[in-house]
T-cell receptor, first 110, second 114 residues
């Protein structure tokens, strides 16, 4: 069953702009992870945020987590054409590893 | 670059064929996973192995048969598949089966059933 739901489903921006993607989930979580997938390729782990954390940074990435609203956001600053990909949030619920949301397709136009 | 290696990258098989997908990791991880991903859909969990024992089977049809020969290897044996089984099959691993660990994915094996 699906846990996360990303918003928007598709996002198109100009190079240099910031991209924000949101993820909502349904049940309590241990942690939430964000992944990137280039077309037809494997998933690349971006960042993990634990349920007791509110914000985390990694390079140009900033992730927030609001457990009261059951939501997370991924901000990519100063986007590049190479950031074009699908981005998924995934949650760990109980002992079930990684249940993925539907994903956001990001297009960064040079 | 991923440290989870999957072979083959592409596989075309008939509905009566028997084939296998292979996955290898050398990160010392003790949990390994198979996910299935259809086009424009998120990955869906199929199986989890923890310390070489099957710990999760997400009600996958028996025409998919996983095998974990040792802690570094994970196979997915395929037999009597249907065209709707065509998908990207992703292998992944994590340090152990604890759900809090980061899961690392391979590049996937594209399967086409004809």
């Amino acid at each position: 069953s699906q846990q996360g739901e990303e918003d928007p489903q598709a996002l198109s921006i100009q190079e240099g702009e910031n991209a924000t993607m949101n993820c909502s989930y349904k049940t309590s979580i241990n942690n939430l992870q964000w992944y990137r997938q280039n077309s037809g390729r494997g998933l690349v782990h971006l960042i993990l945020i634990r349920s007791n954390e509110r914000e985390k940074h990694s390079g140009r990435l900033r992730v927030t987590l609001d457990t009261s609203k059951k939501s997370s956001s991924l901000l990519i600053t100063a986007s590049r054409a190479a950031d074009t990909a699908s981005y998924f949030c995934a949650t760990v619920v109980g002992n079930t590893p990684l249940v993925f949301g539907k994903g956001t397709r990001l297009s960064v136009i040079a | 670059d991923t440290e989870v290696t999957q072979t083959p990258k592409h596989l075309v098989m008939g509905m009566t064929n028997k084939k296998s997908l292979k996955c290898e990791q050398h990160m010392g991880h003790r949990a390994m996973y198979w996910y299935k991903q259809k086009a424009k859909k998120p990955p869906e969990l199929m199986f989890v192995y923890s310390y070489e024992k099957l710990s999760i089977n997400e009600s996958v049809p028996s025409r998919f048969s996983p095998e974990c020969p040792n802690s570094s290897l994970l196979n997915l044996h395929l037999h009597a598949l249907q065209p709707e089984d065509s998908a990207l099959y992703l292998c992944a691993s994590s340090q152990e089966g604890h759900p809090g660990n980061t899961i690392y994915f391979g590049e996937g094996s594209w399967l086409t059933v004809v």
